[in-house]
């Protein structure tokens, strides 16, 4: 099976992503930032749009569907229920349906709290989730609608999948996610390491992005709520973890 990702900067810190299997010559935008960027990758590479995976309904993630469906005709695959909120959705999918990309298949996790319609794509063969606005490279999204525990149950639903995982999100947030995580887990030398060597890409003009499952697990401030110094930090030693979460993204909010 022929696997490739293209990844791309759209409007100021937002990634597009295209999906492409070598074998049926599919392709996919992952959400749709900038249509005009999209059409811009597909071209340089001859690649022809055959559908849209939508994580959210932000204009951010798919104010570029009807524009990219009326010149490709792809077909547009959104959360069935947020399905009014994305532009011209074609299949409604829910968790644990299989979303098939030619050849490639990625499996629907419902991930909500940022939106209440949010969901990741992870393709298990390749081991490649795509997470939108859930999970960022030390972050993770504001709750715009859902509440600090259902937002810890999605980031769990996603901790479950494999370290090696690598994680794509939607922006590159992760230097000022940086200087959040190493306030409030300073002496957490992972995060250190991972601080300094993100400062030497964002240097060069690299990004950050993807990062790993086990990075996040290591350094992410908002999937380690068990972390001593965390629960220090946050004054909850030993309270339940969805509380030491609500606390870190809360701190966040305010930083
Ligand atoms: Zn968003
Ligand atoms: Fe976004």
């Known amino acids: 099976m ?23 010559g599919a392709t996919a935008s992952i959400d749709t930032p900038e ?7 597909l071209e340089a590479r001859g690649w022809r749009l055959t559908h849209i995976l939508n994580t959210h309904h932000h204009f951010d993630h798919a104010g570029g569907n009807e524009a990219l469906k009326a010149r490709w005709g792809c077909t547009i695959i959104g959360a069935a229920n947020d399905a009014q909120r994305i532009p011209g959705i074609d299949q409604q999918v829910a968790d644990g349906d299989v ?9 629907v996790l419902e991930v909500p709290g940022h939106t209440s319609g949010h969901i990741a794509y992870y393709f298990a063969d390749q081991g490649a ?5 859930t999970l ?3 972050g993770c999204g504001r709750l715009f609608e859902g509440s600090p525990q259902q937002m810890w149950t999605s980031l769990q639903a996603l901790m479950r999948l494999p ?3 690598l994680v794509y999100c939607a922006h ?4 000022s996610n940086a200087a959040f995580a190493l306030s409030v887990e300073p002496h957490n030398d992972a995060l250190v390491a991972r601080a300094a060597h993100i400062d030497a890409l964002r240097a060069q003009g690299r990004p950050t992005v993807p990062s790993t499952l086990a990075l996040e697990k290591a350094t992410n401030p908002f999937l380690r709520p068990d972390s001593v110094e965390i629960q220090r930090n946050t004054r909850l030693e030993g309270a339940p973890l969805v ?13």
């Open 35 to 41: 249509a005009d960027a999209i059409n811009a990758a």
């Open 163 to 165: 370290d090696e995982t």
């Open 243 to 255: 509380e030491v979460f609500a606390e870190t993204r809360r701190l966040k909010d305010h930083f």
């Open 2 to 24: 022929t696997f490739e990702v293209h990844q791309f900067s759209c409007l100021s810190d937002n990634y597009g992503y295209l999906v492409h299997d070598a074998a049926t």
């Open 129 to 133: 989730a795509f997470v939108g606005d």
């Open 136 to 138: 960022f490279a030390l």
């Open 172 to 175: 590159e947030y992760t230097q």
């Open 99 to 107: 979303v098939r990309v030619g050849e490639l298949q990625a499996r």
